[in-house]
């Protein structure tokens, strides 16, 4: 009988999911795919959340500009250096993970508000570069072309569905390797360090280090997402990356539960929903332009406030409660 | 990692629900042409509603609408009633591809009529795949010639002249009415900006001085219009005693920035300043605050009549229109070019027949839409081979009221290409309107 | 010659209105350890309160005085029911570090997102009370209006009084002492949390003014005041998050160093010397440029 470890298990449920993703791929039709893109987008997004502040403790709120940073970086070099799209998605991550250390080495010292504002500063700077640079193309950008799908797929291959294979791929394998590492002594060192800095370093921890590496791992993840992100809009621009998407992405991750990976994919849901919940809210109950545009922003902001008081844990723990109660 | 085996259990279930509820919410299979019933056609358009584009084109789709709603009052096309479903992409490129998808993959619309924005429109028309799904794009609201490359755009339909076609014209006023004047060209660095670059280098216009890229972007911090004003009054002082040319390619708000910087530096009077079409708009410029006396003088062009221009058969209908379906609206050119767009795509769908088809509104347009009627007073271009609308200009000059007259009191048409064509003036006479503004073609 | 004095201005008039935002800051900081991402949400929502104001009556100078007292309002009624009920119920575990941000973050998005119901999304403007085009000095206009004067003059005002308010009466004794030393302040007889909701009060205020002095010369929407929430982090950070002087100084530098930076090298380094400034500040002098305590581990 094979003996079935923890990791050996989570590589199966992995592949099992992605082949359940690619049997529904065929399916359903362009929206669904086109959504579901940008849920695994999302739910790659959260998890860099996760790893730096669920388990390292560092709140950030520079996401969207990591995000930024790799989908620059992969669209250059598919655009400008004509590497394969593929190589593409590997230059984001790398990029954005350098971009990262480099950032961590200056702000991991930092903590709390400290760190929260200056990536909020980060976050509000980082894409304005994108006017200083003739070639990052200001507004317009820089084009995200993962071309259509082989020709062995057939003509009809929709460009949705394409999109939605990579998205999905590239989000399965970076969310396995991030599982795997925080199930690691790195997932138990992070917890340590968020909870107790002083033992963590009294037991012989590089706090410094350990924050810093936790800064490069999760900017990686980030800009991979980013880079995908650019594939579902077909190109990057400063836009593309607002503060107000880090703030989505944070109150994802804190709604689904912040300290856990396993509710990434279900923050990616809530955060596609919330605006199709708040486009059907507003066909029911009418509404101004006002209206229905901040909506989607007013739920999520009501979300998080809510979650950070009712469920800190994440929704798990309010079963777990009722759990109790019996 | 939850631990818990009931929190790992919550948080599986409720993904399997919200998933599931996705996937079932899908909607009901088409009909065979999306958008398409036997009592309703469905339109979309993508355009700045808010931002800082949105103050002039906001009232795009309301026009449209207004006017579609009155067709629909009279019967409709063939019985079917017209919807626009209209989303915000506030100029942001990347808001127009996921707003125009939507309109595609959501709202499942038959075509999509006057989307705007150079940038903005050619993400869309990519990340929405609108080329390989066949989705008519009529009456796009742009000048960028690029979108008459057939292999890229195979399914638009321009109506605007082409930027090119637009600085072409320009050199030539310039070059009639400001001869020897030292002239320096202002662009948004954007393609639309470029477009118009091309334009001038195109019809061998050299501008005294090189030409100003205005960064586009969200941001537009005094110390930036200071930095212009500061360059122009160089131009002064290379050459003194002239009244140089300045060309304005730009939209509203960046014509008003710069307009507001030259008068707060007291320099308004020292340039004659030409704004190019899309920046024009009197009442906006009025409305972002350029003072009526530095409007007064400023040389523009157009294809269309004045919106205050009550003589005008197709303008006095369009008001009435407006009064009736678009209240509390105040009627000005974009009202105007938004209600001329609607009846032209009236005309588009009426002329496809009553078994409405993608293909068919398409073929309709290219063969019978040059003769489509409409208040522009230069020629439509539409054939098998051009998807051209407009192709020619009239200069005008703005008053203190904000009205624009032809320049030097007489109107003078002209039309031209894209290309390395001349200037030609134009002999065209302007289709009658059809009665009440209700197209009867076929 | 010129281009230098016009720097000096603008960089006095921008560090005037940072330094209100900076002084909200530090105030809420230090009565209750929280960085309030809201306050932009604030200072906007007071600035549409005065925009309705100019509205109704076509006075700038009522709506001043609106947008201040009702931020001060505002802020104290934020604190008295929305923030200390939420650190009632947060108050262990790891969610203990993000519910403050988290907390403001979602405020911030509330309160623009009730802008975005009542008052629609579309550019607004208010029209300043003064001239905003550049002073004639010697024939030529400078870049500095009577409107940037009148924010100067304001500005100083406000710091005097608050600094009188702080150093001379007991009130302000009393919110100092709370905040060094909740524990030892509420021994003496201070009413602590009445202390920390008038020190909200106060910083809604001076948010308030900020934003009716800043609007003028841009543009009103639920947005606009983000960038001035991170000028005034940046310009606390810089000052030491600690004291009156170090917001304003902190603002001042932050001004300074822009406007220079803008005027001098390229107009396209707005953003970047702001975020170059703060980092620098936390690599090399991480307590803040004014700051007599070493720390700032929160």
């Known amino acids: 009988m094979l003996k079935l470890t923890p990791s050996k298990k989570r590589l199966i449920l992995f592949i099992i999911f992605g082949w359940i993703l690619l049997i529904l791929s065929n399916q359903v039709g362009d929206l669904k795919l086109y959504q579901g893109s940008f849920v695994a987008t999302y739910a790659l997004a959260i998890t860099s959340i996760i790893l730096l502040t669920g388990y390292s403790g560092q709140l950030s709120l520079g996401q969207s500009a990591l995000m930024a940073v790799g989908a620059y970086a992969g669209a250059l070099a598919i655009f400008n250096v004509g590497l394969h799209p593929v190589i593409g998605l590997f230059v984001a991550a790398l990029v954005a993970g350098v971009f990262g250390l480099l950032l961590g080495l200056i702000v991991a010292r930092l903590s709390g508000p400290y760190l929260a504002g200056t990536t909020l500063a980060l976050a509000v700077s980082l894409p304005t570069l994108a006017n200083q640079f003739p070639i990052l193309g200001a507004e317009e950008g820089v084009p995200f072309d993962v071309g259509s799908a082989p020709a062995r797929f057939g003509e009809d291959f929709s460009q949705y569905k394409w999109q939605f294979w990579i998205a999905s791929l590239a989000a399965l394998i970076m969310v396995w390797f991030i599982a795997n590492l925080l199930t690691s002594r790195y997932g138990r060192t992070y917890k340590a360090l968020r909870d107790n800095p002083v033992a963590a370093e009294l037991s012989g921890i590089n706090v410094g280090q350990v924050k810093v590496g936790a800064f490069a791992i999760s900017s990686g993840v980030a800009g991979l997402s980013g880079a995908l992100l650019a594939v579902l809009i077909s190109g990057v621009s400063p836009s593309a990356f607002p503060l107000s998407l880090s703030f989505a992405l944070l109150g994802g991750a804190v709604v689904t539960g912040v300290y856990s990976l396993k509710g990434v994919i279900l923050g990616g849901l809530v955060l596609v929903a919330i605006p199709e919940i708040a486009d059907s809210l507003v066909s029911r109950i009418g509404g101004s332009e006002g209206f229905t545009i901040s909506l989607p922003g007013f739920l999520v902001s009501a979300l998080l406030i809510l979650a950070v008081v009712f469920a800190p844990n994440g929704p798990g723990s309010l079963i777990k409660r009722k759990h109790h109660k019996k | 990692m939850i631990r818990n085996k009931s929190m790992r259990r919550a948080s599986l279930v409720s993904t399997i629900v919200v998933t599931g509820a996705m996937l079932l919410s899908t909607l009901p299979a088409q009909a065979a042409t999306p958008g398409v019933t036997a009592t309703g056609i469905k339109l979309g358009i993508s355009s700045p509603l808010t931002g800082s584009a949105g103050l002039s084109y906001g009232k795009v789709p309301g026009a449209m609408k207004a006017y579609f709603n009155y067709i629909n009052a009279n019967g409709g096309v063939y019985g079917r009633k017209i919807t626009l479903v209209s989303r915000d992409d506030k100029y942001l490129p990347v808001r127009a591809a996921t707003e125009t998808t939507n309109l595609i993959l959501k709202d499942n619309v038959f075509a999509l009529v006057g989307a705007l924005g150079t940038a903005t429109h050619a993400k869309a028309y990519k990340a929405a795949a609108l080329a390989a799904k066949n989705v008519p794009d009529l009456f796009v609201n742009t000048g960028f010639s690029g979108f008459t490359n057939q292999v890229k755009y195979p399914t638009t339909f321009m109506v605007l002249p082409t930027y090119a076609m637009e600085a072409k014209v320009i050199a030539k006023a310039i070059k009639d009415n400001f001869p020897g004047q030292p002239s320096v060209l202002i662009a948004q660095d954007d393609e639309f900006g470029t477009d118009g670059v091309a334009g001038f280098t195109a019809a061998g216009h050299k501008f005294s001085a090189p030409n100003v890229l205005y960064p586009q972007g969200y941001f537009s911090t005094a110390g930036r219009d200071a930095a212009v004003i500061t360059s122009l009054k160089g131009l002064l002082a290379a050459a003194p005693g002239s009244k140089p040319v300045i060309v304005l390619f730009g939209t509203t708000d960046v014509t008003a920035a710069l307009l507001k910087a030259a008068t707060d530096a007291g320099v308004e009077k020292s340039f004659t300043w030409y704004a190019g079409s899309v920046g024009a708009d009197a009442n906006t410029l009025l409305a972002l605050g350029v003072k009526s006396t530095t409007i007064d003088g400023v040389v523009s062009a157009s294809f269309m009549p004045d919106a205050k221009d009550l003589t005008d058969p197709y303008v006095k209908q369009f008001v009435d229109i407006n009064t ?100 030609t003036v134009s002999t065209f006479v302007r289709p009658t309107m059809p009665k009440n503004g209700i197209p009867t073609n076929s | 010659m010129s281009e230098f004095i016009t720097a000096v201005l603008t960089s006095l008039s921008s560090g005037a209105i940072y330094a209100l935002m900076s002084i909200a800051l530090v105030l809420v900081w230090r009565s209750t350890r929280v960085i309030n991402f809201a306050q932009a949400g604030q200072a906007v929502l007071t600035t549409y309160i005065g925009y309705d104001i100019v509205q109704k009556t076509g006075s700038y100078w009522i709506a001043l005085a609106g947008a201040v007292i009702s ?34 973050l979602g405020l911030l998005g509330i309160i623009q997102a009730l802008i975005g119901f009542k008052w629609g999304l579309t550019n607004q403007s208010i029209e300043a009370p003064v001239s905003t085009n550049g002073i004639k000095v010697l024939g030529s206009a400078i870049a500095f209006s009577k409107f940037n004067l009148l924010v100067l003059v304001f500005v100083s005002v406000a710091v005097l009084l608050l600094t009188l308010l702080f150093q001379r009466t007991n009130i302000g004794l009393a919110l100092r002492a709370s905040a060094y030393s909740p524990e030892i302040a509420r021994l003496s007889g201070i009413k602590v949390d009445t202390v920390r909701t008038l020190g909200w009060a106060i910083a809604g205020a001076s948010s308030g003014l900020a934003g009716m002095l800043y609007i003028p010369g841009a543009f009103l929407y639920p947005n606009a005041m983000d960038l001035l929430l991170v000028f005034g982090f940046i310009a606390a950070v810089i000052g030491g998050l600690e004291s009156l002087f170090g917001a304003v100084a902190g603002a001042m530098v932050l001004a300074f160093a ?38 700032r581990k929160a």
């Not at chain 2, 609607?342 to 073929?363: H, I, N, Y």
């Not at chain 3, 108050?91 to 941000?101: D, E």
């Not at chain 3, 390229?266 to 307590?287: D, G, Y």
């Open chain 2, 324 to 423: 009736k379906y678009n209240k509390d609206i105040a009627f000005d050119n974009y009202v105007l070019a938004a209600m001329n767009s609607a009846m032209l795509t009236v005309q588009a769908l009426r002329a496809a027949g009553k078994d409405l088809t993608r293909e068919g509104v398409m073929s309709a347009i290219e063969t019978k839409g040059a003769k489509f009627a409409s208040a522009g007073l230069v020629p439509l271009g539409y054939s098998a081979t051009s998807r051209i609308g407009y192709n020619g200009y009239w200069v005008s000059q703005l008053n203190a009221k904000g009205e624009g007259k032809p320049f030097g009191g007489k109107l003078v048409v002209y039309t031209t290409d894209s290309g390395a064509g001349a200037v």
């Open chain 3, 71 to 104: 931020g001060a309002v505002i802020g104290a009624v934020i604190d008295r029911f929305f923030m200390r009920p939420i650190f009632k119920r947060v108050n262990s575990g790891p969610i203990v570090m993000i519910a403050p941000v988290a907390a403001t």
């Open chain 3, 258 to 295: 822009i406007n220079f930076a803008t005027t001098y090298i390229s107009p396209k380094l707005f953003f970047p010397t702001a975020f170059i400034v703060l980092v620098l500040v936390l690599l090399v002098r991480p307590a803040g440029l004014f700051a007599a305590k070493m720390s």
